[in-house]
């Protein structure tokens, strides 16, 4: 058994979890690293779930954990529909697991049933979760032991078998696509690519799937096919089952393939996870969203592997991950002050100017102010005579009501006193502030939480 301070050993492991269950995460974290000290590597969800960023980060792994506990009272019975909805993220990377054929573990809900239904590699354990209780006396930590430890003896051998075996060369994206595709998009592809540091490599089409094709797919890092060709639609499913991560490509609205083929491919995925395919309608169009794919892609997993790094990336993973805007002025900087602990104890990030680190040092205030206002996901109106008369909180609200009308942000509009509305908020339904104290104020907030729902991008 290694040790803990042995970190020649550590495998890198792929942790699939659910982000707000973070008691229940430490539970297994802590009889993990007791059976074998690990490297978890994690999708920290902060934006849209790209499956070809998760196959990029499952390819590099050594390794494959699932902790998938359900959320709420350990006797409530769930119908099939609610846990297929509370599974998909897990069933997504599960799935990629078992394409790779990695050593892999998951350590699930006995409640999920057969949800897991999974291929011999990967062990499923399940649990009671009555059983996650003081971990000196929880039945559970002897099956886990001995089911990891098994998992840790497959691992060590996969590990040594594959030492020096990788054979694909970092930061190059192969384009497939068919001749008039290639005219249509292939310079926005590769202009957007080379921009965003990776290197385009033009694959001959029509493809053929023998030993040259195969041979240079897997030199890819990853690879952008169009389906606009059923000979496309089975060049992507070889790349995904040689382990290739591929982002598919859908010209909408036109129809150029059967509809068999899309719905073999993605039809379980695609009503999901609605950028497993990067659909587009005109080049500006294509630009703008391959762009942002591509910094989704290249977004660095979070790493951790000791326990005081796990607990703290567990107790914030727990926070929602909406960008709140808290919008004040200074005269009711006190009752801002209870939003602000409210909202940091349920949110990752609040901007509040008054807050140390807000703004940073050196950079001109109004900048970072609309900066801002514009990755801004939630904002939350203050609303009082100083308000109104503040030109700059007027203009805050109206970036925001800009931005909720357009669906790019929820607003919540609190309104503290008395007050006659500006013109553009007056349709807008706010809440009353019955008092200043804590309790009105986690009100409001829980009231935020329930508005937002399960909207959350990256939500596990």
Not at 156 to 176: K, N, P
Not at 267 to 286: F, G, I, M
Not at 342 to 365: C, M, P
Request: aromatic residues 10%.
């Amino acid at each position: 058994m290694a040790t803990e301070t042995d970190s020649s050993s550590r495998p890198n492991v792929f942790l699939s979890h659910r982000y707000r269950s973070p008691d229940v995460n430490l539970f297994f974290w802590r009889i993990i690293r007791k059976v074998q000290p690990v490297a978890f590597r994690v999708d920290e969800g902060l934006t849209f779930t790209s499956p070809t960023r998760l196959e990029r980060m499952m390819r590099d792994a050594d390794g494959f954990v699932g902790i998938y506990p359900l959320p709420g009272d350990a006797q409530t019975a769930w119908d099939l529909r609610t846990l297929q909805h509370e599974a998909r993220y897990f069933l997504l990377e599960l799935s990629i697991a078992a394409r790779l054929r990695y050593p892999s573990i998951v350590f699930c809900d006995h409640r999920y049933g057969a949800l897991f239904r999974c291929p011999p590699e990967i062990r499923v354990v399940e649990y009671d979760p009555q059983e996650i209780t003081d971990e000196r006396y929880s039945p559970l930590i002897a099956r886990v032991t001995k089911a990891f430890e098994t998992f840790a003896d497959g691992l060590r051998a996969h590990i040594s078998a594959r030492a020096g075996t990788r054979s694909y060369r970092r930061r190059e994206v192969g384009l497939l696509l068919n001749r008039s595709t290639r005219a249509e998009i292939g310079d926005v592809l590769e202009s957007s690519l080379e921009e965003a540091v990776w290197q385009p490599v033009n694959l001959a089409w029509p493809p053929r799937l023998d030993l040259t094709f195969v041979s240079r797919l897997r030199e890819l890092d990853w690879l952008v096919v169009a389906l606009d060709d059923p000979a496309a639609y089975i060049a992507a499913s070889f790349a995904a089952g040689h382990g290739v991560p591929t982002l598919p490509l859908s010209h909408t609205p036109a129809d150029r393939v059967p509809d068999q083929l899309s719905g073999a491919l993605f039809e379980d995925v695609q009503p999901r996870h609605s950028r497993r395919v990067l659909s587009w309608q005109d080049r500006d169009d294509l630009g703008s969203s391959f762009e942002e794919t591509l910094t989704v892609i290249g977004h660095q997993p979070r790493l951790f592997h000791d326990v005081d790094q796990a607990s703290r990336y567990f107790t914030a993973a727990a926070l929602r991950k909406e960008v709140v805007f808290l919008s004040y002025a200074n005269e009711d900087r006190d009752t801002a002050e209870l939003f602000s602990r409210a909202l940091h104890a349920r949110f990752q990030e609040v901007f509040d100017y008054r807050k140390t680190g807000s703004i940073r040092t050196g950079q001109n205030w109004l900048d970072e102010l609309m900066d801002s206002l514009a990755k801004t996901a939630v904002g939350v109106l203050l609303l009082s005579p100083s308000y109104v008369a503040s030109p700059y909180c007027v203009t805050e609200a109206q970036r925001l009501y800009q931005a909720s009308i357009e669906g790019r942000a929820t607003l919540l509009p609190v309104r503290l006193q008395h007050v006659e509305l500006p013109e553009f908020l007056k349709g807008v339904q706010y809440r009353r502030l019955p008092g200043n104290t804590e309790s009105d104020v986690e009100a409001a907030v829980q009231e935020l939480i329930e508005l937002l729902g399960d909207a959350k991008l990256g939500e596990q």
